[in-house]
């Protein structure tokens, strides 16, 4: 979890704007509920590296020294994330790591980088088979190893050739697709179908988030503890979507596992958007101890079409510690839904021991859980400080989300809204671009517990 640069900013991005959104992740509590890294993303250096190939920081952007930006975010308790393309240049056509995979780690090492993210551009056709790729990004994972000093690694190369396939071995996380900045609009740059598999050849960018949705339903159950899969940086507050898919986009990346990285302006935030990065039922998904992806159960198509010709719900449904249950409705048609759906359908099959079971239904984002409005408004404009009863706010710093989950703690389960019965169905009104989200817990004694292996 943390905060990046680009999506705001792009490369038009200096110290004053790392301090100034890094004092904001302190004082709106984002770094205590766990977004605590914050990233450099490109143009950290000159355009040209020295007489002896080592990097430069770039001085007109950061005149107080990227050293001295790290130990200020280290004194905030935050984490430093840097930037570069296993290529000839970054994306932003600054120099790139390819072939300076040991110089440039050592570089980062010693300014006190604590994460690496690592793009694919300029990669001078060293992609196209999964060999080529995995020793292209290995050599940087080797160099990094060889600094003795922990830095997460993550490869940004939009899925290309399979990353999920062999990208744990190496790293931390994979991104999966290209970039996100809609919900559902269709882009050019994006060709794949949400509905269709994986496009191996051209990832694309500027894809929408039922795009991304539609690729991570195939492979989303290749995450797990040490790597995840990543759905690109959340939009939340950047404008484009409503709030209502925004709530839908914050909750699917939450639930799938994908690392939570804001990429706004943490001072223009407006309550609602506030709100939806806060919801601690909702992040408590993406930090459950179990690391279970959820996983799309079925998609089903509706009369009305929208704007783009979507027209469809989605169930989704995934495993959480301890026996809990998410369980997502999503509706991306253009207008309200009423769903009746039975259990077995949640659970996949019929006669499903998990569909045998009744469920108490935990509503994770009623009013009672997330922040209201007005609260909201009162922590952005500073005339309300964040404590144990806010409502809508969890200190993870204080207690851990294994601790709050162990004790049964309220703000992480949601809002009791009922029970489901064995063999019963779960009926909800999904509104437009909007999910419907439960935790479901065992009812009574009915709590399953974990079979030993044979």
């Given at each position: 979890?943390?905060?990046?640069?680009?999506?705001?900013?792009?490369l038009a991005y200096n110290e004053?704007?790392?301090?100034?959104?890094?004092?904001?992740?302190?004082?709106?509590?984002?770094?205590?509920?766990?977004?605590?890294?914050?990233?450099?993303?490109?143009?950290?250096?000159?355009?040209?590296?020295?007489?002896?190939?080592?990097?430069?920081?770039?001085?007109?952007?950061?005149?107080?020294?990227?050293?001295?930006?790290?130990?200020?975010?280290?004194?905030?308790?935050?984490?430093?994330?840097?930037?570069?393309?296993?290529?000839?240049?970054?994306?932003?056509?600054?120099?790139?790591?390819?072939?300076?995979?040991?110089?440039?780690?050592?570089?980062?090492a010693d300014l006190g980088a604590?994460?690496?993210?690592?793009?694919?551009?300029?990669?001078?056709?060293?992609?196209?088979?999964?060999?080529?790729?995995?020793?292209?990004?290995?050599?940087?994972?080797?160099?990094?190893?060889?600094?003795?000093?922990?830095?997460?690694?993550?490869?940004?190369?939009?899925?290309?050739?399979?990353?999920?396939?062999?990208?744990?071995?190496?790293?931390?996380?994979?991104?999966?697709?290209?970039?996100?900045?809609?919900?559902?609009?269709?882009?050019?740059?994006?060709?794949?179908?949400?509905?269709?598999?994986?496009?191996?050849?051209?990832?694309?960018?500027?894809?929408?988030?039922?795009?991304?949705?539609?690729?991570?339903?195939?492979?989303?159950?290749?995450?797990?503890?040490?790597?995840?899969?990543?759905?690109?940086?959340?939009?939340?507050?950047?404008?484009?979507?409503?709030?209502?898919?925004?709530?839908?986009?914050?909750?699917?990346?939450?639930?799938?596992?994908?690392?939570?990285?804001?990429?706004?302006?943490?001072?223009?935030?407006?309550?609602?958007?506030?709100?939806?990065?806060?919801?601690?039922?909702?992040?408590?998904?993406?930090?459950?101890?179990?690391?279970?992806?959820?996983?799309?159960?079925?998609?089903?198509?509706?009369?009305?079409?929208?704007?783009?010709?979507?027209?469809?719900?989605?169930?989704?449904?995934?495993?959480?510690?301890?026996?809990?249950?998410?369980?997502?409705?999503?509706?991306?048609?253009?207008?309200?839904?009423?769903?009746?759906?039975?259990?077995?359908?949640?659970?996949?099959?019929?006669?499903?021991?998990?569909?045998?079971?009744?469920?108490?239904?935990?509503?994770?984002?009623?009013?009672?859980?997330?922040?209201?409005?007005d609260v909201a408004r009162q922590?952005?404009?500073?005339?309300?400080?964040?404590?144990?009863?806010?409502?809508?706010?969890?200190?993870?710093?204080?207690?851990?989300?294994?601790?709050?989950?162990?004790?049964?703690?309220?703000?992480?389960?949601?809002?009791?809204?009922?029970?489901?019965?064995?063999?019963?169905?779960?009926?909800?009104?999904?509104?437009?671009?909007?999910?419907?989200?439960?935790?479901?817990?065992?009812?009574?004694?009915?709590?399953?517990?974990?079979?030993?292996?044979?």
């Open positions: 979890m943390g905060w990046d640069t680009y999506n705001a900013y792009g004053t704007t790392i301090r100034d959104n890094a004092d904001r992740l302190v004082s709106l509590g984002f770094r205590d509920l766990g977004y605590d890294v914050v990233i450099f993303d490109d143009a950290m250096t000159e355009r040209d590296r020295s007489a002896n190939g080592s990097l430069v920081e770039n001085q007109e952007k950061f005149p107080s020294g990227l050293h001295a930006l790290s130990d200020e975010l280290h004194a905030l308790s935050l984490k430093y994330g840097v930037y570069s393309s296993a290529g000839r240049f970054t994306c932003g056509s600054y120099p790139g790591s390819l072939g300076y995979e040991q110089q440039d780690a050592r570089w980062w604590d994460y690496l993210k690592y793009d694919n551009c300029f990669n001078e056709g060293q992609a196209g088979t999964q060999k080529l790729s995995y020793d292209r990004y290995g050599a940087m994972a080797n160099a990094l190893n060889a600094t003795g000093r922990n830095i997460t690694y993550s490869l940004c190369n939009w899925g290309d050739d399979k990353v999920w396939e062999w990208g744990c071995t190496i790293s931390n996380s994979a991104r999966m697709s290209g970039d996100s900045n809609s919900f559902d609009q269709p882009s050019n740059g994006c060709p794949c179908d949400a509905d269709e598999f994986y496009c191996q050849k051209f990832p694309g960018y500027q894809c929408s988030v039922l795009n991304i949705l539609g690729k991570a339903s195939y492979i989303a159950g290749r995450s797990g503890p040490g790597f995840w899969i990543d759905l690109d940086m959340l939009e939340v507050g950047n404008g484009g979507m409503t709030t209502a898919e925004y709530r839908t986009h914050f909750t699917m990346w939450s639930a799938i596992k994908s690392p939570l990285i804001m990429g706004n302006k943490l001072y223009d935030l407006s309550p609602e958007d506030y709100a939806i990065l806060t919801n601690p039922a909702v992040i408590a998904l993406n930090q459950d101890p179990g690391g279970s992806a959820i996983a799309r159960r079925f998609v089903q198509q509706v009369d009305t079409k929208d704007r783009w010709g979507v027209g469809e719900i989605q169930v989704w449904q995934g495993s959480l510690w301890q026996g809990d249950q998410v369980v997502v409705f999503l509706n991306a048609a253009n207008e309200t839904q009423g769903l009746d759906v039975p259990l077995w359908r949640i659970f996949g099959t019929p006669g499903n021991e998990l569909s045998l079971r009744s469920w108490d239904m935990y509503d994770l984002w009623a009013e009672n859980v997330t922040m209201l409005a922590v952005l404009n500073g005339t309300l400080e964040l404590g144990p009863k806010t409502q809508g706010y969890y200190n993870a710093s204080r207690i851990s989300w294994r601790e709050g989950l162990a004790a049964n703690d309220t703000r992480l389960l949601g809002s009791f809204e009922g029970t489901v019965e064995a063999g019963g169905t779960v009926s909800a009104e999904v509104g437009a671009h909007d999910v419907k989200a439960w935790r479901f817990r065992l009812v009574g004694k009915n709590r399953l517990q974990k079979k030993d292996e044979l």
